[in-house]
Structures are given as structure tokens and as C-alpha cells.
């Protein structure tokens, strides 16, 4: 029940917008109504998207990182003169 909210309240704030725009700009139209909403809604799952790529982006890192390193190996002491 959570996401069907989440998806009517995006595409409720989408349509808002949208109005908005037609009113603002002259264009009383079904069609860009329809358009401008379908654009502003992908446009809030692109961002959610990408927001929460980046926050989980450093989880898949961290485990795809050893998380014993190897050991170090020592170096070899210099040369005699």
C-alpha cells in the first residue's frame, strides 16, 4: 500500500506541475496536459533513481572489495657498495 501511495503522490504532484505550465504558457490541451505529467513523473524516477544509485553505490564496493588485504611484502635491502 506504501509504493500505490508513493506512485499516486508523484504523479498527483506530476499533474500539478503540469497545469500549472499549460496555464502559465496558454496551452489548453489534452494531449500536452498528458505529455508535460508523463515527462515530470519520469523525470522525479529518474532522480529517485539515480539518488538511490549513489547511495547505494558504496555498499557494492565495500563488498566487492576484500576485506582482509594481502600482506605486504617486505622490500629487498638495498644494494652493497
Do not use: C
Request: glycine share 2%; no cysteine; hydrophobic share 50%.
Amino acid at each position: 500500500m506504501q509504493h500505490l501511495f508513493a506512485i499516486f503522490f508523484r504523479l498527483f504532484f506530476a499533474f500539478l506541475a503540469a497545469k500549472f505550465l499549460a496555464r502559465v504558457f496558454g496551452l489548453d490541451n489534452l494531449m500536452v496536459l498528458i505529455g508535460l505529467t508523463l515527462l515530470f513523473l519520469a523525470n522525479i524516477y529518474l532522480f529517485d533513481y539515480l539518488d538511490h544509485r549513489s547511495r547505494t553505490s558504496w555498499r557494492r564496493r565495500a563488498q566487492a572489495q576484500p576485506s582482509d588485504p594481502a600482506p605486504e611484502i617486505p622490500l629487498p635491502p638495498p644494494p652493497p657498495e
